[in-house]
């Protein structure tokens, strides 16, 4: 891979005002991450793919065992990644060295939050007394979390070097390495699932060993590249060891990150949760709610994408003393993503049916899924618009008051509002919501809810700054 200088991304004082080239600068970011992020999403589509044609058991233990996982790596992600829009701000204030520092410390924090993830995928109890599981869907459930605590470490670590590289406008490394994991994790899991040879086969808990596998082997190549890349010699990474904790390099990380990584918990528990109730329901609905979600996971790559590359070109305005620039590419972002996420809500939505036959040929979860893909279009439009303005509010470093939104608009409206649609007034609910659905409607208007909340804060924000 050909070095990039560290220059490259830098917004430049006089940069080009017309909406064309502020969205070429943003798609330029956008696309190796939405890639790679595509990549990260294979990973749990090949095992929903794979269990689903393996037993029912298995892939209701895959929804509950992902969802606690999903649950616990996000949350622990959103800290870690606070990394980013510091780094961001340093790299565009030319501050290089300072800004290799901090991944010294990301690296400290990874190991740190790894020890308490691990702990909770190794002993899953609260997640299957949630979900109520039976007793051979917990054993599975066990098995696949238990891998999945092993592989948490080199997730966390290689997150680390994300967040590092998206801050100095150089996602393609990132990406090349997502599509090795892939690549990797693809043969393994089809041999753990099904068996071959002397491999006998392991259901469920197969996906969690070729997930755990192909994590350590993504790390250990990224620590590859950064000590032999030029591209990071100015950021002085190595050559003095592992730089000791700083207290207050890792204090402005967890300022910034505690906030960010609950807000992101509070996003992804409001979805994730909805396993955990759905499955009270029946193995059926949790098999097709896990579908839906799977789907609706995929499509959030594009805006997720186009998030961080706004995000990235903010933060580094920011840094650069650029505010106008920086106030401008916000907007612009948010409409280029509000724009597809209309367009992509749209085409899965007049093709769902043939969407979920990709995923099963059973006639039972397909009919359950398809409700679900309903709510689809609004559902994702309002899924793009909060995690635009929340990445961009996260270029100023707030991220304290997205957390009330999050917690009131997904937790009150969504998660709240779907427990009392399906458990607490379902006699008295329309059909149309009852069941699982009831779960999507209320995660929709919660979503919308946040959106709003989120980019008139955005609004106000940018007001101040100027």
Not at 71 to 92: E, H, R, S
Not at 101 to 121: D, F
Not at 202 to 218: K, P, R, S
Not at 357 to 372: C, E, G, K, M, N
């Amino acid at each position: 891979m050909a070095a990039e200088g560290p220059r490259e991304g830098r917004p430049p004082a006089d940069a080009p005002r017309s909406l064309r080239e502020d969205a070429r600068r943003i798609a330029r970011l956008a696309w190796p991450l939405l890639v790679g992020q595509l990549a990260v999403l294979a990973f749990g589509t090949i095992d929903t793919m794979l269990v689903a044609r393996y037993a029912a058991a298995d892939l209701a233990a895959l929804a509950v065992g992902g969802a606690a996982y999903i649950t616990v790596f996000i949350g622990l992600m959103g800290v870690v990644l606070a990394l980013g829009p510091i780094v961001g701000q340093l790299y565009g204030a030319r501050r290089l060295e300072e800004a290799g520092a901090q991944l010294h410390q990301a690296v400290w924090l990874a190991l740190g939050l790894s020890v308490v993830g691990s702990t909770l995928l190794a002993f899953p109890q609260p997640f299957l007394l949630l979900a109520r599981a039976t007793p051979d869907v917990a054993d599975k459930v066990r098995g696949y979390t238990g891998a999945l605590a092993l592989s948490l470490p080199a997730a966390l670590l290689f997150t680390a070097y994300r967040g590092f590289n998206t801050a100095v406008s150089r996602p393609k490394a990132v990406t090349a390495l997502q599509l090795g994991g892939l690549a990797l994790k693809l043969p393994l899991s089809f041999l753990f699932v099904y068996g071959a040879g002397p491999v006998a086969p392991m259901g469920v808990a197969g996906c969690g060993l070729a997930t755990c596998i192909a994590m350590w082997a993504q790390f250990a190549a990224a620590v590859v590249l950064l000590r032999r890349d030029p591209f990071y010699a100015p950021f002085r990474l190595w050559g003095h060891g592992l730089r000791p904790p700083s207290r207050p390099a890792l204090a402005a990380q967890l300022r910034l990150g505690i906030p960010m990584g609950l807000s992101i918990g509070i996003e992804v528990t409001g979805f994730t949760f909805m396993a955990f109730f759905i499955s009270r329901l029946s193995p059926t609905a949790v098999a097709g709610h896990q579908i839906a979600a799977n789907l609706v996971a995929m499509m959030y790559m594009l805006p997720l994408s186009l998030a961080n590359a706004t995000s990235t070109l903010v933060a580094q305005s920011i840094g650069a003393g650029a505010m106008d620039q920086a106030r401008r590419l916000g907007w612009r972002g948010l409409g280029l993503g509000a724009g597809l996420a209309a367009a992509v809500g749209l085409l899965v939505l007049v093709s769902r049916e043939w969407v979920v036959r990709a995923y099963t040929a059973d006639p039972v979860i397909v009919a359950a899924a398809l409700p679900l893909l309903a709510w689809v279009a609004v559902f994702h439009m309002g899924d793009a618009m909060q995690c635009l303005a929340s990445f961009v509010l996260r270029a100023y470093r707030i991220a304290t008051v997205p957390l009330l939104i999050y917690a009131s608009a997904i937790w009150g409206i969504g998660l709240g509002g779907g427990y009392a649609l399906v458990f607490g007034w379902a006699d008295g609910a329309p059909a149309a919501v009852q069941g699982a659905p009831g779960f999507w409607a209320a995660s929709t208007a919660g979503l919308v809810a946040a959106a709003l909340g989120l980019v008139g804060l955005l609004a106000w924000v940018q007001r101040q700054r100027a």
